[in-house]
């Protein structure tokens, strides 16, 4: 069996600082959010509009240290134009094509939670099997944070470019 990935909070932020400088090097928009410098209070944030049906969609995407399970963790609001905050049905219809809807179960990778950090309710993908997914790479990654995003981000539409995965490699 592998030893599942868990990663520390210190380097947590030694990796999203790594993650900032690549992007920054590909003009990419991502940002670090700090409230102050307290566990687990500082963040990634990424804002974009998508399409959906006949409206534009605002998603912002926060990845955060997870306390408790010592990885990563990817948590979202999507808004529509006037405002108003997606269900978690409507962001299930969004995100999941319709075609696999009925393969996948929305309430084991979807929740809706209170934001550790911000406490507002924000929809998060589950983290329960996030160390055993990371760790079936067999050699831990450069950057465990670069990875979770590549692997969990199409989830919610997050697509990284193939750039970054470039860039750490010829760190």
Partial sequence: MTDL???TWKDFLSQIKQ???MSRQLDDSWSIYEK???EPNTFLQYTQKLKCKN?????EYHIVYSISYQ???????AHRSDGSMLNIEAVWELF????????LNLYEMLTQMEHPVLFR???????CRTAEVLAQFGEQSKNVVLTFISLYGPYVQLNLSNAYGLLLGNK
């Fill in 55 to 59: 409206e534009l969609i605002s998603v």
């Fill in 5 to 7: 990935v868990s990663i």
């Fill in 19 to 21: 993650f900032m400088d």
């Fill in 71 to 77: 990885i990563p963790m990817l948590y979202f609001q």
């Fill in 36 to 38: 102050d410098m307290e």
């Fill in 96 to 103: 999941v094509p319709e075609a696999t809807r009925h393969k």
């Fill in 121 to 127: 309710p924000y929809m998060a993908l589950h983290p």
